[in-house]
DNA sequence: ACGCTAACGCACGCCGCTGTCCGCCTCGCT
DNA sequence: AGCGAGGCGGACAGCGGCGTGCGTTAGCGT
């Protein structure tokens, strides 16, 4: 009679939640969020209905997916924050985080889009980016950052770490962590550097993709 | 009454075909490569039919609105090659080369991309790689060029800057301008550097789309 | 044990893209 | 000017993904 929470779930049905989740997570690692809904419930061998019922969209699905990438994206912030030296904190940050988007595709969009309802994604990526920032102040005036590096500078290197694709996962994450050497032996401060041009004001794309959101 | 060339084309036919490879650059340039046929041909001002008369495949179709972008692919590596300094040459390569790509979306996938029919396609990619393979030959014998480099680093910077995306042309060019430079600065030869990981080999993905090639 | 209700999956209608067939049009040659 | 072939476009069937309604099943509380 007293109104239930309407989240107490059902023992089956939160067991499938969790074997979409894990099937979700799994084929979006792979192959990005690209991937049809419905494939997404096949592997999770549910009808497409159930999916659908337990995350109308698929931004609401992508969101918690990822929730536990992004916990692994706040360690690893958190992580090179602790570094004593500054630099190498800040080089650990960007190892691990192309390292992290070299072995989940997905998580790469995931981080990269913009998710209009999902608040406390964006939050999560807001604190990244503002720890990022501190340390990069603090790599610079230890004199091992270069001083025109600015925070976008590492959505751009991420973003371009997402272009990187190969064919299976090993070469992927051999060739993501050569381009994060090449982008820490980019930004590292040097005598014989020539001045970087401007910066582009990198607003992430569009949403995953077009859910029913017409008016 | 002599078995005519079967590609002389009647005018009418010519100037759609010159249409359609002009609304195909157009709207690959912009959108990539993944835009529907139908698309094209809606834009070139012509029915369905007439496109996939004249570009049976949308293979066919990316070969040849790009052939003209092949050709400045090809100037822009004669350019650096004429160079006396290998280095400025080499720089220059990847500055053009990343601003081509950042002012055509479509061109990077259709470069990244390996058509197995398009067979000059390919050899013009082998050209441009043979020569900035011996760009940078010069350019390590110069000593501007890390000793470390290697010819799958271009592949990786330019799978690199594909990944990076922007709402706004200008936008798009100014990031991959700061990234073009990001990546010289980090191909440079200089003494504070630490070495590289290992290479990955990367064989390009799959070919664009998927046409009617079943046995 | 029983019943209520949440949860499930099948199957449906819708839409967009693909590639092709066919009747009409028009270019170009005589 | 007349004719024929090459070209054109509308229309069609097939496919795959999307999101949902509905009858059935099975968890859970009494």
Redesign the interface.
Known sequence: MTDRLPHALRSDALDNRERILEAARAVFAVDGLDVPMREVARRAGVAPATLYRRFPTKEMLVTEAFAEQMYACRAVVDEGLADLDPWRGFCLVIEKMCELHARDRGFTAALISTFPNAVDFDARREYALRAIGELARRAKEAGRLRTDFVLD?VI??L?????????SPT??V??S???A???I????A?P???P????????P?ASVSRPSQVG
């Open positions: 500078d751009l290197v973003m371009a770490n997402s272009g990187i694709h190969a064919t070469t992927q051999t060739a962590r050569r381009f050497a090449l982008a032996s980019a930004f590292q040097s014989d550097v020539s970087l041009p401007p910066v582009a004001r990198l607003a794309p």
